[in-house]
């Protein structure tokens, strides 16, 4: 199966507002689709993506010859690639299709983990997506990321409960989804979380816990001071706050504060592997890549999901070569510059 004919078969199956875009960077959707759609003005998701491609590489082919190697480690266990699927919900909504959550979450975990990586999944209102996440995530030998929400401290807990009952290999909270509607309803005492409560959290967690939605050098300060073994910069694609910078500006500051105290992933704009690359030269550890999963799951399933990672892998193998880097490792600073 080519990537073509996933995307045109993705085409063919969305009712929801998402196009399909040869390039998914935010232009069509902005302000005009629910959840993917940035909030008002409707322009972080296309910044994200336009930042990344303001990077430009330095290339130096005076090097041996091996091939790079793109291995990575998380947690202690082996990845092909140091770029994961991110958490996705609201399928019906916002693709439409004959998939839900749930069943969408059951093609894209095992899916990953046949590609060789690994699924951050979403949660949402209704707890049987989590749960059957959770239930999909063990018959692969706990290789999925469930997603919790900034709930109350006691519907964290009970979903933590789920996980520490698994052998899921690691949790995490996506704390930037504190604005979202249904958390707000929720008020006083879900969304935001001070390090206190974040720390209750995290400490009642039996498995290694990233938070995602860091958007500031202090927030990575606040997130290690809680105890999270990893965070994942991120804004949300734009969906809770309009106007945010993009990840790829904010992260070599929060990389200054907080290197070598947790692992540093990087989701928003992602969609190559050469951006992989320029990532991992501004100092992150790895990547989150949401959206363009979504029609590589409909339009191909499993078989979808292994075109795209092989996709974007020989993307950053080839970015790797031309730029004198054999592995993750000697991916370095000086390899890439801003474009003035």
């Given amino acids: 199966m080519e990537y073509s004919e ?7 199956i ?5 196009a399909v875009c040869p390039v998914c960077n935010g232009k069509a959707c902005g302000n005009n ?5 940035c909030k008002a003005p409707g322009l972080t998701a296309v910044r994200n993506y336009e930042k990344w491609q ?10 041996s010859n091996d091939k790079p190697d793109t291995s990575f480690e998380l947690f202690g266990k082996q990845f092909r690639y140091p770029f994961f699927a991110a958490p996705i919900g609201a399928m019906k909504m916002h693709y439409g299709g004959d998939h839900t959550d749930i069943t969408y979450n059951a093609e894209l975990i095992p899916g990953c983990v046949e590609a060789g990586i690994a699924a951050f999944t979403g949660d949402g209102v209704d707890p049987e997506v989590m749960k059957n996440a959770v239930k999909v995530g063990a018959t692969v030998g706990g290789i999925s990321v469930p997603t919790i929400k900034p709930w109350n401290i006691e519907a964290v807990q009970e979903k933590l409960d789920i996980l520490n009952a698994t052998d899921i290999f690691a949790a995490a909270m996506d704390i930037d989804g504190a604005g979202l509607p249904f958390l707000k309803a929720m008020n006083p005492n ?9 720390k209750e959290i995290i400490s009642y967690a039996k498995m290694p816990f990233i938070v995602k939605g860091i958007m500031t050098a202090r927030g990575a300060e606040k997130a290690v001071e809680a105890g999270a073994k990893g965070i994942v910069v991120s804004n949300h694609g734009g969906r809770v706050l309009g106007s945010c910078p993009s990840t790829a500006e904010v992260l070599p500051e929060i990389v200054e504060a907080v290197k070598g105290q947790c692992v540093i992933l990087v989701d928003g704009g992602i969609r190559t592997g050469t951006d ?7 100092g992150a550890d790895g990547v989150l890549i949401g959206r363009p999963f979504v029609p590589a799951v409909y339009g191909g399933g499993k078989e979808g999901i292994k075109v795209y990672v092989e996709k974007i892998g020989a993307e950053l193998v080839d970015t790797m070569t031309m ?3 054999h592995s993750l490792q000697e991916i370095s600073r ?3 510059r801003w474009a003035k």
């Avoid at 996933?6 to 063919?12: D, G, M, Q, T, V």
């Avoid at 303001?54 to 005076?62: C, G, V, Y």
């Avoid at 879900?190 to 974040?198: F, I, M, Q, T």
């Fill in 190 to 198: 879900a969304g935001s979380k001070p390090v206190s409560e974040l």
């Fill in 6 to 12: 996933i995307l045109k078969n993705a085409r063919e």
């Fill in 54 to 63: 303001e990077i430009l590489l330095n290339m130096d082919t005076i090097c």
């Fill in 323 to 325: 730029c004198g880097a």
């Fill in 33 to 37: 689709m629910p959840g993917p759609g």
């Fill in 334 to 336: 000086d390899m890439v």
């Fill in 14 to 18: 969305f009712t929801g507002h998402c």
């Fill in 276 to 282: 992989i690359f320029r990532a991992i030269a501004l």
